[in-house]
Antibody, heavy 115, light 112 residues
């Protein structure tokens, strides 16, 4: 059974950093590109970042470019999102999802940026 | 960036009614490899999104065949042939052809 389990969220002050993790199981993680997607409370889905299977290709949404870094460790079946210079508008439920079809999603991890 | 325009934003339906949702792209979603990476997701209240349709018209495993997708280029449609109570939620189209990838704003399906 394919599973994606996010962790690392919480309450953080503006300007601080946080690192999210997404542990994958039930499939060959190293064969798939992965995404981070977020959803602000009561809002729609916003794509955040993409990383290819071998980390050769990485893309970011303009809203996070220069502040967030996506990475992966295929030996640990884990996807990461390092978030720095956090802002109140980064408050959201963060999901990891598998590409190329967005066919599997984690349960999400909440990040709240507030003083 | 590619903009996906979903209409209508809200859809009221009775059980058994057939409904359609439109997703229009600001540019062609045909990839150079010949695939069109336009997919449809359903997010039920309090749940993570789930994939319904991928590559425009391919039904995800386990998804009822009352769901169907069609379209090409910039114009796509999701049809539900006979709404059931479990279909209520927010439907999103998403494109994975052009980075940055983008989602439509969503269509909320509710009971009339």
């Amino acid at each position: 059974e394919v599973q994606l389990v996010e962790s690392g969220g919480g309450l953080v002050q503006p300007g601080r950093s946080l690192k999210l993790s997404c542990v994958a199981s039930g499939f060959t993680f190293s064969n798939y590109g992965m995404n981070w997607i977020r959803q602000a409370p009561g809002k729609g889905l916003e794509w955040v970042a993409y990383i290819s299977s071998g980390s050769s290709y990485i893309y970011y949404a303009e809203t996070v470019k220069g502040r967030f870094t996506i990475s992966r460790d295929n030996a640990k079946n884990t996807l990461y999102l390092q978030m720095t210079s956090l802002r109140s508008e980064d408050t959201a439920l963060y999901y990891c999802a598998r590409l190329p079809f967005f066919d599997y999603w984690g349960q999400g991890v909440m990040v709240t940026v507030s003083s | 960036d590619v903009v996906l325009t979903q209409t209508p934003p809200t859809l009221s339906a009775t059980i058994g009614q057939s409904v359609s949702i439109s997703c229009r792209s600001s540019q062609s979603l045909l990839h150079s490899n010949g695939n069109t990476y336009l997919h449809w997701l359903l997010q039920r209240p309090g749940q993570s999104p789930q994939l319904l349709i991928y590559l425009v018209s391919r039904l995800e495993s386990g998804v009822p065949n009352r769901f169907s997708g069609s379209g090409s280029g910039t114009d796509f449609t999701l049809k539900i042939s006979g709404v059931e109570a479990e279909d209520l939620g927010v439907y999103y189209c998403v494109q994975g052809t052009h980075a940055p990838y983008t989602f439509g704003a969503g269509t909320k399906l509710e009971l009339k």
